[in-house]
């Protein structure tokens, strides 16, 4: 056997050795600080002790810090306590990254204590073994927590539409039975009219609009029940919830295109080279803004893509290859192999708000007559809904790598006929034909008139 070249693998920018460090095992009133310095003989000691968790202290802290020459902060990622440490210490010019605890973890059979923790945290550190989280910077966060907001309203108004549809089958009313949605505005008109009181079905079904006049008889009967005024009284404040929240939901809106338009990463250039927050929108515009530019692959809104953008961050060097992003968004498995047998490593947890948006536009884009949607009924026929449905969500995640990595870049579909023209014609003829043999028929070819 010939003699094999050793692979060369250059060491990420995190693997680096650093000489002054300090490391901080957060709480949520205080965090054990631990510093790893040199002495002069070359040898290393650690200083440690105990911070409160305030605006004041940490100031202190890290005006300390900046006089010892710490080259890197490690904090371990534990609850939300650890954000006035970063965001403070960050303030104050120092280099901090966050880290998962189970990157951190002390070894087995060892005792455990805060000082302990933090002495290991900062060891760590020293040897750059640890993995930083992704912290986008302070007008991604902001943006990040205007999105979050958003979409945590929106699923309590959602759940406010099931409270009341719950409600009217407690009464008998069988009204999404035969609606679409008890969003629409025939159904809003009709459970109005019932908490006003009206109680005949021929009226209230004689409100219904557009499409919904045809299901007449139907809705006749779906309207006759036992609704009387403790469901009205019910009702009522269902629909008053859920007009508070879509206000709010509004407000929201408009408060992210704000914050996302005064971003310049996400402006786009007019055709003579101007950028600012109403650039590029026009047909003849050098570069789209970043929002309208993910909005034009299937399946995303302009809404949908701030929500992604506000996950993702603009800066796409944070992540290496799109493949990287995939793996923070928890859309692919752990590697798992030891000599010659790979598993199939378990699922990372990911960023849960922004699988949940890929979710969607996946489930989007499989209703359309694009290579996305091709590509989803392709994997569905063979290996489920739920496979197709990350597959594509994998697949929008890493088109949105490319687009946001080369602002000048734009979304072009491949069609849904992409994979039929790359086929082989004459290979898929024999696939067909031996599988068919295996089944004990004997095939005949003849050519179509």
Not at 171 to 181: G, P
Not at 304 to 330: C, Y
Not at 348 to 363: E, F, I, P, W
Not at 380 to 385: F, I, S, T
Request: glycine share 8%; hydrophobic share 40%; charged share 25%.
């Amino acid at each position: 056997m010939g003699k094999v070249k050793p692979q060369v693998i250059e060491d990420d920018e995190h693997q680096s050795v650093f000489e002054r460090v300090a490391a901080i095992d957060v709480a949520k009133a205080t965090g054990m600080v631990c510093v790893r310095l040199p002495r002069r003989d070359g040898a290393r000691y650690s200083k440690v002790w105990e911070v409160t968790a305030t605006m004041g202290a940490v100031t202190d802290l890290g005006r300390q810090l900046m006089k010892d020459g710490i080259e890197m902060v490690t904090l371990e990622a534990t609850s939300d306590y650890w954000r006035i440490f970063y965001y403070v210490l960050e303030m104050c010019g120092l280099a901090v990254q966050l880290v998962s605890p189970s990157q951190a973890k002390n070894l087995k059979g060892r005792p455990k204590t805060d000082k302990l923790d933090s002495m290991w945290l900062a060891r760590l550190t020293e040897w750059g073994m640890l993995r930083p989280c992704f912290v986008p910077p302070a007008p991604i966060r902001a943006l990040r927590d205007y999105t979050r907001a958003r979409t945590d309203l929106v699923r309590e108004r959602t759940r406010c539409w099931q409270r009341l549809e719950k409600l009217l089958e407690g009464a008998l009313i069988k009204l999404s039975s035969v609606a679409s949605k008890l969003t629409t505005q025939s159904a809003q008109d009709m459970i109005t009219a019932m908490i006003a009181g009206e109680r005949d079905p021929r009226v209230l079904a004689n409100m219904a609009q557009t499409r919904m006049r045809a299901k007449h008889d139907a809705l006749v009967e779906a309207l006759t029940g036992m609704f009387d005024s403790h469901h009205g009284e019910l009702a009522e404040m269902e629909l008053d919830q859920i007009a508070f929240l879509s206000e709010r939901i509004g407000k929201l809106e408009a408060s992210i295109g704000d914050t996302l338009a005064a971003i310049p990463a996400a402006q786009g250039v007019n055709a003579d080279g101007t950028t600012g927050p109403d650039a590029g929108r026009g047909p003849d515009a050098a570069v789209l803004p970043a929002a309208m530019r993910l909005a034009e692959i299937p399946g995303i809104s302009v809404t949908m893509a701030m929500a992604i953008i506000a996950e993702t961050g603009l800066d796409m060097t944070r992540f290496p290859t799109a493949a990287h992003l995939v793996s923070w968004a928890g859309l692919c498995r752990v590697a798992s192999q030891s000599g010659p047998r790979s598993r199939g490593g378990k699922k990372g947890h990911g960023n849960a708000y922004l699988r949940s948006s890929l979710g969607q536009a996946a489930t989007g884009a499989s209703r359309t007559s694009t290579f996305l949607g091709e590509r989803h009924g392709r994997i569905a026929r063979r290996r489920g809904k739920a496979k197709a449905q990350v597959a594509v969500a994998r697949s929008i995640l890493v088109i949105i790598w490319h687009l946001l990595s080369d602002p000048a870049a734009r979304y072009a579909d491949l069609g849904p006929d992409y994979v039929a023209r790359r086929t082989d014609r004459d290979k898929k003829i024999r696939n067909h034909v031996r599988g068919l043999r295996s089944m004990g028929l004997e095939v005949t070819l003849t050519p179509a008139a």
